[in-house]
């Protein structure tokens, strides 16, 4: 039973252009999302995050879009860049940040020259 | 600038072997989460624990599986008598108090011959 879906194993975008990562969820009691970056042989990255009392959160080239109705998010990458190239995980809690993390299967974002 | 510090990054096991996985969480971190990540998965949520305390175990498998996190010292992940089917990547996670994000380790690569 997967609570957290990304449902695009893979996104080729080019340099300059705009990412768009999208995560659907299904339990409603998740009140808090996030955001992780993952290269190869690392740990998950911090990225960004939002509260579901929010529907938009912003850091920088990083945005994140959360709908609450329809049980999705999304987080736009703009302009994306080559170093973006990596795996992308959205990942829920159901209490604030410090609770268990339910994530997602992960996208690999591929951002050509 | 510690951050989430684990070693070993690579560990080789033969079946029926012990495997002690240990996180050192950030400066001030008093929370320690362990992932569990197979192939082509995401991240699974295994154990969530403050000092001397298991605040929730409910992902860890019924046997076999423990993990600790004393006064003093590291955060250990305990796997008796491996199977190749704990061959993934486990990865530690430590957060300062409530509401705070969940910062990641490198990770150890746990391979069972």
């Known amino acids: 039973d997967q609570q957290v879906k990304q449902n695009s194993p893979s996104l080729s975008v080019q340099e300059g252009r705009i990412s768009i990562l999208n995560c659907d969820y299904t339990?409603?009691?998740?009140?808090?999302f996030l955001w992780y970056k993952k290269y190869p042989a690392e740990g998950p990255t911090f990225l960004i995050s939002?509260?579901?009392?929010?529907d938009k959160n912003e850091d920088g080239r990083f945005t994140v879009f959360l709908n609450k109705s329809a049980k999705h998010l999304s987080l736009h990458i703009v302009p994306s860049q080559p170093g973006d190239s990596a795996v992308y995980f959205c990942a829920a809690s159901a209490k604030g940040g410090s609770e268990k993390l339910v994530f997602g299967k992960g996208t690999k974002l591929t951002v050509n020259p | 600038n510690a951050g989430v510090m684990q070693n070993p990054r690579h560990l080789v096991r033969r079946r029926g072997q012990e495997a002690r996985l240990r996180c050192s969480p950030m400066k001030g971190h008093s929370h320690v989460y362990w992932y569990r990540q197979l192939p082509e998965e995401g991240l699974k949520f295994m154990v969530y624990l403050q000092k001397e305390n298991i605040i929730d175990e409910s992902g860890m498998p019924k046997e076999r599986f423990s993990a600790e996190f004393p006064k003093e010292g590291p955060s250990i992940l305990r796997i008796q008598q491996v199977v190749r089917g704990d061959s993934a990547a486990y990865f530690c996670?430590?957060?300062?108090?409530?509401?705070?994000?969940?910062?990641f380790g490198p990770g150890t690569r746990l391979t069972v011959l």
């Open positions: 996670a430590s957060s300062g108090s409530i509401d705070n994000e969940q910062f």
């Open positions: 939002i509260s579901s009392i929010k």
């Open positions: 339990n409603s009691m998740f009140d808090y």
